[in-house]
């Protein structure tokens, strides 16, 4: 029996974990050709929302396409990314795709070629991308079809090439009843710079759409389901590791996945959630050390003291480091504008993105 809890890589729609009301916001969303950007911190299941939403599309008749920006290094890469996604449309009337598979070199169905015959210039680049992300236009006039497509982690386009934002918009803009876009990025710094500066071709563009964390009561439904199909009683371990996983999607299914791989060797010991927590952080622990490596004294102290449940920002935190108040909440907002590791919730006020960096933390020796 496979361990049914996957923690790498989207998951499949069927085994998505809630997501209703996010999946629905989208549907209506595409219906009206408004466009979405779904800007969430790494690993909360953005690409598996997207991937959830395209097979809806495509079972209601659409056309529909993620396209994968993750750590996009230049024009022509960009161009070869668009090139793959689109690949899996229908045949596109000019060949556009076809086209440009073979002059980027990249092995598309039907056509196997790699690498690029000769280099990439970015002006063919830019060619490419303009005809290629126009192919939504130049299908609905033969059709009159919705095509939605996805630009995943769209922010890393800018890492590409500052101006791509610009270039796209120009295409896209004149799509109208021809597509449907969802932007979605992992980076919420860069995403709110995209699309709520005024300098910048996309700002008021998309409307927010907040990915949060999983509902407990679904989330250890689903997983105590899934314990059960494969014959394993888990008691309480599982509200255990989804408290542990605090509605972080991807610590929730790995702390699950230990769970799981621990019941069904029969290793269940005292206190099986605890194991699973230990089997996790030993699994992340050079991401934790990256991260406390990577901060400053007084972001330490205000990661710390979230993990501890202190007030990050209060007297007696200040007054224990000797350090002034104002340096402490310089530092959460820098950590927390960033999105990646602190997040702001409108009720509870900050806290940590990643349950099991809290957990390192308050293993750390002191
Ligand atoms: N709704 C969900 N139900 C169950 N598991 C989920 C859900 N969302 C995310 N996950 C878990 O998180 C992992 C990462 O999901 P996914 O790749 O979709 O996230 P992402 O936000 O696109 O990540 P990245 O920032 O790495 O691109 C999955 O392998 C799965 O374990
Ligand atoms: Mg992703």
């Not at 002006?123 to 079809?145: C, F, I, K």
Request: aromatic letters at 4%; charged letters at 25%; hydrophobic letters at 40%.
């Amino acid at each position: 029996m496979s361990n049914p809890f996957r923690y790498q890589g989207p998951v499949d729609p069927t085994y998505l974990i809630d997501r209703r009301s996010e999946l629905d916001g989208l549907q209506r969303a595409a219906a009206n050709r408004v466009a979405i950007r779904l800007a969430a911190p790494r690993r909360f299941g953005k690409t598996s929302v997207l991937d959830a939403h395209a097979a809806t599309m495509r079972e209601a008749g659409h056309r529909a396409v993620r396209v994968d920006f993750s750590q996009v290094g230049s024009l022509a890469d960009a161009a070869a990314r668009v090139t793959s996604a689109f690949s899996a449309l229908p045949a596109d009337p000019r060949r556009a795709v076809g086209r440009w598979a073979t002059r980027l070199g990249v092995s598309v169905a039907g056509i196997s070629v790699s690498p690029a015959p000769r280099p990439v210039q970015a002006d063919e680049a830019r060619h490419a991308l303009l005809e290629l992300l126009d192919l939504p236009r130049t299908l609905y006039e033969a059709d009159a079809g919705l095509t939605v497509v996805c630009l995943d982690e769209f922010q890393d386009l800018l890492v590409a090439d500052d101006a791509l934002d610009g270039l796209v918009r120009s295409v896209i803009q004149h799509h109208g009843d021809a597509a449907a876009y969802v932007y979605a990025g992992s980076q919420p710094s860069l995403m709110r710079s995209l699309f709520a500066d005024r300098e910048r071709p996309f700002y008021g563009q998309a409307r927010p759409l907040e990915l949060g964390g999983l509902p407990a009561d679904e989330a250890g439904h689903d997983i105590e389901a899934l314990m059960v199909d494969a014959g394993i009683d888990p008691g309480p371990a599982v509200d255990e590791v989804v408290a542990l996983g605090a509605g972080h999607p991807q610590r929730t299914m790995l702390l699950a996945h230990h769970l799981f791989e621990l019941l069904h060797a029969d290793q269940r010991g005292d206190d099986p959630a605890r194991e699973a927590l230990d089997r996790a952080l030993d699994e992340t622990q050079d991401v934790h050390q990256g991260v406390w490596d990577g901060s400053s004294r007084l972001e330490r102290l205000v990661l710390l003291a979230l993990a501890e449940g202190r007030a990050p920002t209060g007297d007696r935190l200040a007054a224990e480091h000797r350090v002034a108040r104002s340096s402490l909440h310089d530092a959460l907002n820098r950590i927390a504008d960033d999105g990646q590791h602190v997040e702001r919730t409108p009720r509870a006020g900050p806290r940590l993105v990643d349950p099991l960096l809290g957990a390192w933390l308050l293993r750390r020796p002191r």
